[in-house]
């Protein structure tokens, strides 16, 4: 399994993932899921993915051999994101066709990307490429996007990102909502990715990679737990707790 | 969908459940998904329940016919939980069995439940109950049991929950649990149902029926959210927001 996700605010974007994969419980890995393409002053990208390995990696591959031989599409000859997207999806339908042919309907070939990327003064933007080629854009009411186990993850997300939030709060909600899910799935799991972009930098502003061990991820963990502690702590007491306040709702006494 | 769960302390034990089933998108309703049996001064039992809305009423249904009948065994004659648990579990399958043979296959028959209890001066019990009517018993290292739409609740879970925590901080958990789901799956819906159980009290301590317009859910839900933002503030800043401090992982800059 995998989980990745992309946070597009005012002030550009936030991706970040995790590292590991697994063919069944007894064949674990770890693989990077996050991959960057950047020409600085002039564009770059950032791609998210998830699915079957091979034909991740393939895509991948794919991309990379377009900008060597020059062939167009590719990367640096997309005019714009919807080029980029529509690109990437083209190459990712074609690699998941490849070795279709050759199976027997037992193996899953398919896979998803997140695409997020600027291309010269136009707007940031990501995009959600499904196994099929078809996409999705975020939006003002929808700013976030995720792939893979992505249930553990969302509460958070859904109740503190917004356009307006600071890059860097969304950074570390990105880090505690990867965090949530680490803990609750084995199949999701460090080094985890992260990457802050600035809009109209045109450059790749931060990336990270964290393991378990690294100082800033466990003061991150105990600090986030510390704050749930707490906030539980300030959580309204019921009724019985405070004599004197009158009963809410209570609808039903012992039988 | 649904999601219920029971948390099971050194004090008690905490059911909560949502209300919301659904026949397909176009066919929602609300019925109540916790069922108590109590006897003052002898037992007490709570019932959560998930799957098909049919099966899970007619169980329902069952444990109260073999009460009225005076069948054996009932929820009254069983003299330990563990007779209960099978007890639930042989009605259950027996329900399940019931329609199967006039289906092509279409309908899913299958329910879940999750019964907690007391009897007599026995140690209190939960114990989730699998549609096969096997069961699997909370545990010092796992003393929470959730069914249905079960990951987006479950972070908050554990991170927090242990056999030491107050029964009324384990019941505020188990609120914020349910209060995640239901804004991250429009299949899992209020009212929400809680019932705090103090051992040993052998009555039902305390039971409520909380609506979204409640004014304790809102206030529940704004000082959670809040409590959150505050959490968040209060993370780890990154290298590159406080000068001076070394750089922390970067392993790739811009290209």
New interface residues.
């Given amino acids: 399994m995998t989980y990745c996700l992309a946070i597009n605010t005012e002030t550009g974007f936030v991706l970040c993932s995790d590292s590991r994969t697994n063919a069944g419980f007894d064949n674990v890995s770890s693989y990077s899921k996050m991959h960057?393409?950047?020409w600085?002053g002039n564009r770059v990208f950032g791609l998210l993915s998830a699915g079957n390995l091979a034909t991740t990696q393939l895509v991948i591959k794919r991309l990379q051999a377009d900008l060597d031989s020059g062939t167009i599409p590719n990367l640096l000859s997309v005019s714009n994101m919807q080029q980029a997207v529509d690109y990437v999806a083209t190459v990712s339908t074609h690699v998941q066709n490849l070795h279709v042919v050759r199976d027997s309907g037992n193996v899953n070939f398919e896979a998803s990307f997140i695409l997020a990327g600027q291309i010269g003064n136009a707007r940031h933007e990501t995009l959600m490429i499904y196994p099929q080629g078809n996409y999705i854009h975020e939006s003002g009411e929808h700013p976030f996007l995720q792939i893979g186990e992505i249930?553990?993850?969302?509460?958070?997300l859904?109740?503190?990102i917004n356009r307006t939030i600071s890059l860097?709060?969304a950074?570390?909600?990105a880090l505690?909502s990867m965090n949530?899910?680490v803990?609750?799935n084995l199949t999701v799991a460090p080094p985890i990715e992260l990457l802050?972009y600035n809009k109209d930098s045109l450059?790749?502003?931060?990336?990270?990679?964290?393991?378990e061990s690294?100082?800033?991820s466990k003061?991150?963990s105990q600090?986030?737990?510390?704050?749930?502690?707490?906030?539980?702590?300030?959580?309204?007491?019921?009724?019985?707790?405070t004599p004197g306040l009158p009963e809410?709702?209570?609808?039903?006494?012992?039988?």
Same sequence: chains 1, 2.
Avoid: M
């Fill in positions: 960057t393409f950047a600085p249930k553990y993850g969302k509460p958070i859904d109740r503190v860097e709060a950074a570390r909600c505690v949530s899910t803990r609750s802050v450059r790749i502003t931060h990336q990270l990679c964290l393991n690294d100082p800033f003061e991150l600090a986030w737990n510390q704050g749930l502690v707490i906030a539980l702590q300030n959580l309204p007491k019921f009724y019985w707790e809410i709702a209570e609808f039903q006494s012992a039988k």
